[in-house]
Antibody, heavy 118, light 109 residues
Framework: QVQLVESGGGVVQPGGSLRLSCAASGFTFSNYGMHWVRQAPGKGLEWVAVIWYNGAYKYYADSVKGRFTISRDNSKNTLYLEMNSLRGEDTAVYYC???????????WGQGILVTVSS | EIVLTQSPGTLSLSPGERATLSCRASQSVSSSYLAWYQQKPGQAPRLLIYGASSRATGIPDRFSGSGSGTDFTLTISRLEPEDFAVYYCQHCSKSPPITFGQGTRLEIK
């Protein structure tokens, strides 16, 4: 079955960097667009970034543009999110999600917590 | 950017009652790109409805979606104890940004 497993979260100081990974299994990873979505403690869902199935296009939320980079390695079935210049407001659970024809997310990872604090 | 506004913010109902959740878009959207998710505490969101009215695999038929243009509705016909959760609508797109509503919390009365 489809499985998405995030890793790489933790506590980082303001201004620091972190790289999240999302390991995919149970489907042909290279056929699907992939997203990162985050959720601050007690808050709603916020879309972060998307990368097309072949990596040709990437889009970002304004709140992370210029600081975060989404990438993928289809040979390793893995999605990444490189996060730089982290701020307190980036503290959240980060989810990776698979999209179906850019219409909806049919599979989500379990989420990984990123805490930005001194 | 399309803004999705969900109402009410919190809905208090009893098991067996009917729940009606609203999602209003700031401009007309294609129904094909409107989805609903359920999220329980400590869990990832789960897809309920896609294309405004199609149930995802394994979703009970007490869940239904409707609407078009700017007004969409998620209806739960007879609430079960496991349905009390937070519900989000989403507008997905080939042209981001992708947006979510702020959520409706469905709580036991």
């Amino acid at each position: 079955q489809v499985q998405l497993v995030e890793s790489g979260g933790g506590v980082v100081q303001p201004g620091g960097s972190l790289r999240l990974s999302c390991a995919a299994s149970g489907f042909t990873f290279s056929n699907y667009g992939m997203h990162w979505v985050r959720q601050a403690p007690g808050k709603g869902l916020e879309w972060v970034a998307v990368i097309w199935y072949n990596g040709a296009y990437k889009y970002y939320a304004d709140s992370v543009k210029g600081r975060f980079t989404i990438s993928r390695d289809n040979s390793k079935n893995t999605l990444y999110l490189e996060m730089n210049s982290l701020r307190g407001e980036d503290t959240a659970v980060y989810y990776c999600a698979r999209d179906l024809e850019s219409r909806y997310y049919d599979s989500w990872g379990q989420g990984i917590l990123v805490t930005v604090s001194s | 950017e399309i803004v999705l506004t969900q109402s009410p913010g919190t809905l208090s109902l009893s098991p067996g009652e009917r729940a009606t959740l609203s999602c209003r878009a700031s401009q007309s959207v294609s129904s094909s790109y409107l989805a609903w998710y359920q999220q329980k505490p400590g869990q990832a969101p789960r897809l309920l409805i896609y294309g405004a009215s199609s149930r995802a695999t394994g979703i009970p038929d007490r869940f239904s979606g409707s609407g078009s243009g700017t007004d969409f509705t998620l209806t739960i016909s007879r609430l079960e104890p496991e349905d009390f959760a937070v519900y989000y609508c989403q507008h997905c797109s080939k042209s981001p940004p992708i947006t979510f509503g702020q959520g409706t919390r469905l709580e036991i009365k």
